[in-house]
């Protein structure tokens, strides 16, 4: 465990410290999403709902320290699953390198990786983050934006790291992976017949009304799928939204929006540039480094140190 100065990030960060980083990450990753093809879909949540909450730290993946409740303890956390992967993929890089990576370094690799395998683009990624040693759950409420957050809010969110209207809009194609919940989607389904996100499709309305609300849902164990290719990387998600088949509010509004409509359209027929305002949009929110301060980089990707350990010099190694 070193204590690091928290320097800027770099793409040749570990270059001398852990040449083969990159490519142990690779087919590590690799290897899981071989065995489990619902762990990539988790992998770009977690990303977004680490950075999303004082930076990206790995601050997602601790347990409860003394004093304090864990991110996961957030219900803005519903759904987070997966976390447990990391520590594999991060035993396998300390078996290489160790004491070297930080956690919140292989969560964004993980990312990355995770869209690359699906069929989206390559994303070169600085790295250089450090791990955070503290956290709550009300940080994370404060910090994540709930299920039914409209257009306004999603921009705000993506605008403070730096995005264009372009670059926000192609960030949600993150959700042309993976699933959600009913109970991420109740709350956008309408009262006889009269849907609450006005410009869903009629008939899709009755389709989720059926699947969430029928007998035999369960809104927290129930889910459907983002897209029609909810493991594939592609701009079906797009597709669906001009289509009016939009999962959560936020989707549903994006088609509509004056702001962002003709971008959603446009990625509709346009992957390539979909792909290229999605990279440069992930770049933006993987480089979210609001928590530098007593960073580190740790082993155990889930059970860290406290501050108190690190006064006691306990854990320091260098
Ligand atoms: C304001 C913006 C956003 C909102 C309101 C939002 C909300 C949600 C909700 C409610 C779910 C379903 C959770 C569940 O019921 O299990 C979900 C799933 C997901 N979100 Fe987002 N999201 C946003 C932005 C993003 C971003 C920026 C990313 C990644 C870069 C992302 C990646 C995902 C992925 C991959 C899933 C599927 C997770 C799984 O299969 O377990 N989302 N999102
Ligand atoms: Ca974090
Ligand atoms: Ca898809």
Known sequence: ????????????????????????????????????????????????????????????????????????GSHKNFGIRDREVLGKIKSTVEAECPGTVSCADILVLSAREAVASSGGPTIRVPLGRRDALSTSGELADASLPPATAPVEAMLRIFAEKGMTVEESVAIMGAHTLGVAHCVSVESSLGEGGVAQAPGRAAGFESILRESCLGSGADPGKTYLPNDFTLFSFDNQYYRELVAGRGLLRVDVEIAAHPRTAALVRRYAVDLAGFFQAFASAFELAAGDRRNPALATTCRDCRFRPTIADLKKKRFILT
């Not at 709902?49 to 601050?59: F, L, M």
């Open 1 to 72: 465990l070193v204590l690091g100065e928290p320097g800027h990030l770099s793409y040749d960060f570990y270059e001398q410290s852990c040449p083969q980083l990159e490519s142990i990450v690779k087919w590590e990753a690799a290897r899981i999403f071989l065995e489990q093809p619902e762990v990539p879909s988790a992998f770009l949540r977690l990303l977004f709902h680490d950075c999303q909450v004082q930076g990206c730290d790995a601050s997602i993946l601790l347990e409860t320290s003394p004093n304090t409740t864990s991110e996961m």
